[in-house]
Each structure stands twice: as C-alpha cells, then as structure tokens.
C-alpha cells in the first residue's frame, strides 16, 4: 500500500496548538475497491464522504497561529479517523439515505486490513504531533450540513463542542464567540461533545490536553474566501480563550 493516509502541514513549528482535520477528503485509494466505493460522484461530493470545506480552514488556521496541522487523506467512508476501532459506525454502510455499495459486505479482515492502512497511520502521526510539546492544545476542525435528510434546518453557524471531562478551554471559547456580533453559536451542536474513542478522546482527554472541537457549517466555509473569513477571525478568539482559560 502507498497511499500516504495524512498530510502534515508545517509540522516543525513551535506552537503549542496542534490544529487537526479528521475528515478531511472524499479521496478513494486505489486499493479500496479500485478507487471507487460504487457512489455517484455527486453523492461522494457530499458531507457524507468528508467536511467540505474543513481542510481549507484548517490549513488556514494553523497558518494564523503558527501552528502545525495535520489532515487525512482518505474518506471518511472508506474508514472514519473519528470512530475508535470498536465503533459500529467506523465503516458505514448506509449513511444519510445513500447506501454505500464496496461496504456492504465488509468483513473483519477488510476492516483490519482497512485499520492498519489508515486509521492507524494517520493516528500514530498525530500522537507524535500531539507529544512533540508538552503543553499541547488540540484544535480539532469539522464541517456541519444546513440539513440533514428529513431533518430540521440548523441554524447555528459555528458549535462549540466539548466533552463534559474537560471544559477548560471550551467554556471561555463559547462566551468570546456569543459576544461577536452577527453569528449564532452552538453548544454542543450539532452533535454531542463527548464520543469514547473519537480523536478528542484518544488525544486530549485520555493524555490530559486541553482540546476544543470546531464545526462551521459548511456552506460558509464551502470557498476559499470563506475559509480565509474564519480563520481570521477565529485564530485571535482561540488566542485570546486561550489565555483567559490560563492554561
């Protein structure tokens, strides 16, 4: 296999913040399936084949803090980064009404196979990352949709999410960002903060880091501008929560 499962972005610098993307592509390597899950094409170019838009903001991002990033270089239907090994959603088969054809009759050995090509790679690299500092801050980057099928509209434009063993830095964060004007913030929307095996559990909390996950949602960050927008205005709020949680 010589796919390479990640990318890093700046990885010799200094800063403490570690800024990561789990889902960041909806690239099919060649050894899964020739390259093709069976999708359409416009389905793979939907949220359930990667964060739109995420990737773009990250390297933005780390760009304004200094900071090094790391981002996949898979889809998260050939494996999702985000799901510890044990996980029944770590492979999906069906995902937001779209039936996924190459994992419909995934086995054990294919999700081994799929595990020690990916999901481990991409791991190992980012707890060498995470440990090269001893004061780490982990800045984890997620899309959202405006809607999922058959659900209601979500009208947050960022969310905060935090697990309830760690708010150090999450709380501040969230009362920097309600006071800007002109956007609607969410706590712990649109998903929960806490999922045991996910890569904020497996690299903050399990070693102790302070940590935030961020969503935008992902027609606001869909185009480079976008990207640029909230990069810039998001690296001084971070800097600034941050300093207030005094960690």
């Excluded at 779209?98 to 086995?107: E, F, L």
């Excluded at 609607?184 to 904020?200: A, F, Q, T």
Aim: glycine share 8%.
């Amino acid at each position: 296999m010589t796919d390479q499962p990640f990318h890093i972005h700046h990885g010799d610098r200094a800063s403490r913040w570690l800024v990561t993307c789990d889902h960041a592509t909806n690239r099919v390597p060649d050894c899964v399936g020739g390259g093709s899950l069976g999708i359409a094409p416009t389905d793979m170019g939907r949220h359930i084949a990667y964060d739109v838009g995420a990737a773009g903001l990250t390297r933005h991002l780390a760009d304004r803090l200094g900071a090094p990033a790391i981002l996949t270089d898979f889809s998260r239907l050939v494996i999702d980064p985000n799901r510890g090994e044990d996980d029944p959603t770590l492979v999906m088969k069906l995902y937001d009404g779209t039936v996924i054809p190459t994992n419909r009759h995934v086995d054990a050995a294919e999700v081994e196979r799929r595990l020690n090509a990916f999901h481990r790679p991409y791991h190992d690299a980012l707890a060498g990352l995470a440990a090269r500092q001893v004061d780490t801050v982990i800045c984890a980057i997620h899309s959202f949709t405006p809607r999922l099928v058959g659900r209601a509209d979500r009208p947050w434009h960022v969310g905060i999410l935090y697990s309830h063993l760690d708010t150090r830095l999450a709380l501040p964060l969230l009362d920097l960002l309600r006071r800007e004007a002109g956007i609607v913030v969410g706590e712990n929307e649109p998903y929960g903060g806490h999922l045991e095996g996910d890569s904020i559990d497996r690299h903050a909390l399990r070693p102790g880091r302070p940590n935030v996950l961020i969503e935008l949602r992902h027609d606001l960050i869909a185009a480079e501008d976008g990207q640029i927008a909230w990069a810039d205005r998001l690296a001084p709020i971070l800097e600034a929560a941050l300093a207030a949680a005094n960690l």
